[in-house]
C-alpha cells in the first residue's frame, strides 16, 4: 500500500517545518512520536519539542472501567460516538482521535480543565477543593524561583524551588502530586509567593535558606541545618577525639558537619581502630600517675594515664590522627585494609565488614569535609557558564557561599557585568570551620554546579586546591572492592551496592 510513497527522508524534513509550533495529539503517542524522533536524529535534523498530547494517556486518568473494557482507540470512539470508525488507516484513525480528543475535552471542561497547562497536568488523583485553589499560581512567572505556600496567619507551610515557577505550582492543584501530606499542606493554603531568581542554582539556594530560616512543617529535608556534629582532635596536654556541635576558633582539628550522630561516631571508631589514642573523656595533667584502662592493658591505647607513655610519642599519633583527618588517610586506610585482611583470613567476614564500613564512611566524611574546606578559603571565586538558552550565568561564591548571581544580557560587555555583579556582591563574613559562611548543603550545591559540565571558572582569589595526598584518592579504591570478598565464596547472602535501595 505505501511502496510508492515518498522516503522518510523526503517527507520529514516538511512535516517538521509544518507542524512547527503546534500541538501533536495521537493514541499512544509515544509509538508514533518515537519515530519521528528516531529518524530526525538519523538525518541530523532539530526536534521542534513539540507539546505532545496522548489521547490514551488521557482517557485513562477520565473514563472508568464501567464505561468501556480498555482504552484502545476503537473502544473510545464507540463511548464518544465518533464519526468516523477507526481501522488502522492514517486518516480514518486521526479522524477518530479527533472526535476522541473533543470528547475527553468536554468531560474536562466539568473539573476545570479549561486550558492547555491545565490538560498537560490534569489528574483525576486531585480533589476538587484543590483543584478550585489553581488561581493561586496565576500571578507567578514563568521563570526560574522559590516559592512559599502560607496559610491564613501567613506562616509559611511548604517551600519549593523551580526552573518554571508558575508550571510547578500549578501541578499541586492539577497535576499528580497524590501525596498525602501534599494534599493537606494544600488544603491550609491560602497564599503562593513566588521570588524570582536570575539562574536555577540562586533559586535551590534561596530555598535552602527559606527552609533553614522558616523551617516550614510540610518540609522534610533541610529545616536544621544547625543541628549538626563535628569530630575535633581538642587541644590539651594529652589529646582525644571528642563529638562536638559547634566549631570554636581554638585552631583544633574539625572534621564534619555530620548531620547524623551516627555517622560522626562511626568516624571516631575508625579513628580509634587504627591509631591508639586515648578514649578516655577525663583531662589529663601534663605528667598524670593514675591507673590504666581495660584498653591500655589490651594494648589499644599508649597509656598516657599512668605515665608510661613519652609526651614525643603520643603527639606522633595525635599527628598522623590530625593529618588523617585533614590531609593524609594513607595510614589509616593502609592499617585498617590490613587489619580487615587478617580478618577475613581468619573467617570472621562480619568483623572484616563492620571495618570496612568504618573505613568506607570515614574516607567519604574525610574527603567532604577536605572538598568543603577547599573551597571555603578561598575569599572569591567567579564562574560562568553557557545555559541552554545560549545566554552566560555567572555566579559570585565567597567563602564557599553564593554571593551574587546574575545572567549577562544579551549585547552587554561580560568584563563589565561580571565586574559590576562582583561590586554589588553580599560582603561574607567567615567563621572557623569546614562551613565558615554557609550551610554545608549550599556549599556543596555551590560545589557540583562549578564541577558541572561547561563552567569555566572566571576569578579565583586564593587558592582552590584539594591535597594531592587527600581522602578522595582513596574513594574509587574503595568503591571498587568487591563486598563478596567479606564473605565466603558459598554465602548466599551478598550485600548490596550503597547505590541501591535495599527491598
Same mark, same amino acid.
Given at each position: 500500500?505505501?511502496?510508492?510513497?515518498?522516503?522518510?527522508?523526503?517527507?520529514?524534513?516538511?512535516?517538521?517545518?509544518?507542524?512547527?509550533?503546534?500541538?501533536?495529539?495521537?493514541?499512544?503517542?509515544?509509538?508514533?512520536?518515537?519515530?519521528?524522533?528516531?529518524?530526525?536524529?538519523?538525518?541530523?535534523?532539530?526536534?521542534?519539542?513539540?507539546?505532545?498530547?496522548?489521547?490514551?494517556?488521557?482517557?485513562?486518568?477520565?473514563?472508568?472501567?464501567d464505561?468501556?473494557?480498555?482504552?484502545?482507540?476503537?473502544s473510545?470512539?464507540?463511548?464518544?460516538?465518533?464519526?468516523t470508525?477507526?481501522?488502522?488507516?492514517?486518516?480514518?484513525?486521526a479522524?477518530?482521535?479527533?472526535?476522541?480528543?473533543?470528547?475527553?475535552?468536554?468531560?474536562?471542561?466539568?473539573?476545570?480543565?479549561?486550558?492547555l497547562?491545565?490538560?498537560?497536568?490534569?489528574?483525576?488523583?486531585v480533589s476538587?477543593?484543590?483543584r478550585?485553589?489553581?488561581?493561586?499560581?496565576?500571578?507567578?512567572?514563568?521563570a526560574?524561583?522559590?516559592?512559599?505556600?502560607?496559610?491564613?496567619?501567613?506562616?509559611?507551610?511548604?517551600?519549593?524551588?523551580?526552573?518554571?515557577?508558575?508550571?510547578?505550582?500549578?501541578?499541586?492543584?492539577?497535576?499528580?502530586?497524590?501525596?498525602?501530606?501534599?494534599?493537606?499542606?494544600?488544603?491550609?493554603?491560602?497564599?503562593?509567593?513566588?521570588?524570582e531568581?536570575?539562574?536555577?542554582?540562586?533559586?535551590q539556594?534561596?530555598?535552602?535558606?527559606?527552609?533553614a530560616?522558616?523551617?516550614?512543617?510540610?518540609?522534610?529535608?533541610?529545616?536544621?541545618?544547625?543541628?549538626?556534629?563535628?569530630?575535633?582532635?581538642?587541644?590539651?596536654?594529652?589529646?582525644?577525639?571528642?563529638?562536638?556541635r559547634?566549631?570554636?576558633?581554638?585552631?583544633?582539628e574539625?572534621?564534619?558537619?555530620?548531620?547524623?550522630?551516627?555517622?560522626?561516631?562511626?568516624?571516631?571508631?575508625a579513628l580509634h581502630?587504627?591509631?591508639?589514642?586515648?578514649?578516655c573523656?577525663?583531662?589529663?595533667?601534663?605528667?598524670?600517675?593514675?591507673?590504666? !584502662? %581495660?584498653? &591500655? =592493658?589490651m594494648?589499644?591505647?599508649?597509656?598516657?594515664?599512668?605515665?608510661? @607513655? +613519652?609526651? /614525643?610519642?603520643?603527639?606522633?599519633?595525635?599527628?598522623?590522627?590530625?593529618?588523617?583527618?585533614?590531609?593524609?588517610?594513607?595510614?589509616?586506610?593502609?592499617?585498617?585494609?590490613?587489619?580487615?585482611?587478617?580478618?577475613a583470613?581468619?573467617?570472621?567476614f562480619?568483623?572484616?565488614?563492620?571495618?570496612?564500613?568504618?573505613l568506607?564512611?570515614?574516607?567519604?566524611?574525610?574527603?567532604?569535609?577536605?572538598r568543603?574546606?577547599?573551597?571555603?578559603?578561598?575569599?572569591?571565586?567567579?564562574?560562568?557558564?553557557?545555559?541552554d538558552?545560549?545566554r552566560?550565568?555567572?555566579?559570585?561564591?565567597?567563602?564557599?557561599?553564593?554571593?551574587?548571581a546574575?545572567v549577562?544580557?544579551?549585547?552587554?560587555?561580560?568584563?563589565?557585568?561580571?565586574?559590576?555583579? !562582583? %561590586?554589588? &556582591? =553580599?560582603?561574607?563574613?567567615?567563621?572557623?570551620?569546614?562551613?565558615p559562611? @554557609? +550551610?554545608? /548543603?549550599?556549599?556543596?550545591?555551590?560545589l557540583?554546579?562549578?564541577?558541572?559540565?561547561?563552567?569555566?571558572?572566571?576569578?579565583?582569589?586564593?587558592?582552590?586546591?584539594?591535597p594531592?595526598?587527600?581522602?578522595?584518592?582513596?574513594?574509587?579504591?574503595?568503591?571498587?572492592?568487591?563486598?563478596?570478598?567479606?564473605?565466603?565464596?558459598?554465602?548466599?547472602?551478598?550485600?548490596?551496592?550503597?547505590?541501591?535501595?535495599?527491598?
Open positions: 500500500m505505501v511502496s510508492q510513497a515518498p522516503r522518510i527522508e523526503s517527507v520529514l524534513p516538511s512535516f517538521l517545518e509544518f507542524a512547527r509550533g503546534c500541538v501533536l495529539v495521537a493514541h499512544n503517542a509515544p509509538f508514533d512520536v518515537g519515530f519521528l524522533q528516531h529518524f530526525a536524529a538519523r538525518q541530523e535534523l532539530p526536534w521542534p519539542r513539540f507539546e505532545v498530547l496522548d489521547t490514551a494517556k488521557i482517557a485513562r486518568r477520565v473514563v472508568t472501567r464505561e468501556t473494557p480498555n482504552c484502545k482507540l476503537s473510545l470512539a464507540t463511548l464518544f460516538n465518533a464519526g470508525t477507526p481501522n488502522h488507516r492514517a486518516l480514518a484513525d479522524r477518530a482521535t479527533v472526535d476522541v480528543l473533543h470528547g475527553l475535552i468536554e468531560r474536562l471542561g466539568n473539573l476545570g480543565v479549561h486550558t497547562e491545565d490538560l498537560s497536568a490534569f489528574s483525576a488523583k476538587s477543593a484543590q478550585r485553589k489553581r488561581h493561586l499560581a496565576d500571578a507567578l512567572p514563568h526560574p524561583g522559590v516559592y512559599l505556600f502560607r496559610d491564613d496567619r501567613e506562616r509559611v507551610l511548604y517551600v519549593g524551588t523551580s526552573k518554571d515557577l508558575r508550571s510547578r505550582v500549578r501541578t499541586y492543584f492539577t497535576a499528580s502530586e497524590t501525596r498525602s501530606r501534599m494534599g493537606e499542606m494544600v488544603a491550609l493554603a491560602t497564599d503562593v509567593v513566588g521570588i531568581c536570575a539562574t536555577v542554582l540562586e533559586a539556594v534561596r530555598e535552602l535558606r527559606l527552609i530560616q522558616h523551617k516550614p512543617r510540610y518540609n522534610r529535608r533541610s529545616r536544621f541545618p544547625e543541628r549538626v556534629h563535628f569530630v575535633k582532635v581538642t587541644k590539651e596536654p594529652w589529646p582525644r577525639l571528642s563529638m562536638v559547634k566549631v570554636l576558633d581554638d585552631g583544633a574539625y572534621l564534619g558537619p555530620f548531620s547524623s550522630k551516627r555517622t560522626a561516631q562511626t568516624c571516631v571508631d581502630e587504627a591509631f591508639p589514642l586515648r578514649q573523656t577525663d583531662r589529663l595533667p601534663s605528667r598524670p600517675r593514675m591507673t590504666p !584502662c %581495660a584498653l &591500655a =592493658e594494648g589499644r591505647c599508649l597509656s598516657p594515664c599512668d605515665g608510661s @607513655a +613519652s609526651s /614525643e610519642a603520643y603527639d606522633e599519633v595525635v599527628t598522623a590522627v590530625r593529618a588523617s583527618m585533614a590531609s593524609a588517610p594513607s595510614p589509616l586506610v593502609g592499617n585498617l585494609s590490613a587489619r580487615m585482611g587478617e580478618l583470613g581468619e573467617e570472621r562480619e568483623a572484616a565488614a563492620r571495618l570496612r564500613d568504618r568506607t564512611t570515614f574516607v567519604r566524611s574525610a574527603a567532604r569535609t577536605q568543603l574546606r577547599a573551597i571555603t578559603v578561598c575569599p572569591q571565586v567567579v564562574a560562568a557558564r553557557r545555559e538558552d545560549g552566560w550565568c555567572v555566579h559570585v561564591v565567597r567563602h564557599g557561599r553564593l554571593a551574587a546574575g549577562i544580557p544579551p549585547g552587554a560587555n561580560a568584563h563589565e557585568y561580571v565586574a559590576a555583579l !562582583c %561590586a554589588g &556582591a =553580599e560582603t561574607v563574613t567567615t567563621a572557623p570551620g569546614p562551613a559562611a @554557609a +550551610s554545608a /548543603e549550599e556549599t556543596e550545591l555551590i557540583r554546579w562549578l564541577e558541572s559540565p561547561g563552567t569555566r571558572l572566571v576569578d579565583v582569589t586564593g587558592e582552590w586546591t584539594c594531592a595526598s587527600g581522602a578522595e584518592r582513596h574513594l574509587a579504591r574503595l568503591a571498587s572492592v568487591g563486598q563478596t570478598s567479606m564473605v565466603p565464596f558459598d554465602e548466599r547472602r551478598v550485600a548490596r551496592p550503597q547505590h541501591q535501595p535495599v527491598r
